[in-house]
């Protein structure tokens, strides 16, 4: 078993652009912070974080996922996120293929017109 952690600030420099007759819009910095851990010779992984919008009135979203890689070139992925948002829960799920070099990834998130899946997992 091996756990790891690690913490991101995204968009340091909060900034806001002004679009002609389209208006103000502004990048918000994002603190996320989380714990992986990695079981059965790296074959099943959890993952658990954290997500604070610091520059404007949002609640903490907590994000938690799996991946069970039964071949060392098949993953097969499942979580939920934005937890503690007032709103529903985000469910997901996903599958990878890899490959030297080469990652082809798929997710689903079950949300319509909504792109990419909830939380990252870090590279091995």
Known sequence: SK??????????LPASLYFRGLGKESIASVLRAGLSWYSLGDKLS???DLKQVLSARHRAEAFLGSEFRPLSVFGLRAGVGELFSGGAPLWTLGMGLYAKGVVFDYAYNGRRGSAG????????
Do not use: E, Q, T
Request: net charge positive; no cysteine; proline share 10%.
């Open 46 to 48: 959890l993952f658990a």
């Open 117 to 124: 899946g909830a939380g990252a997992r870090p590279p091995r």
């Open 3 to 12: 756990l790891g952690s690690g913490i991101i600030v995204k968009n340091a």
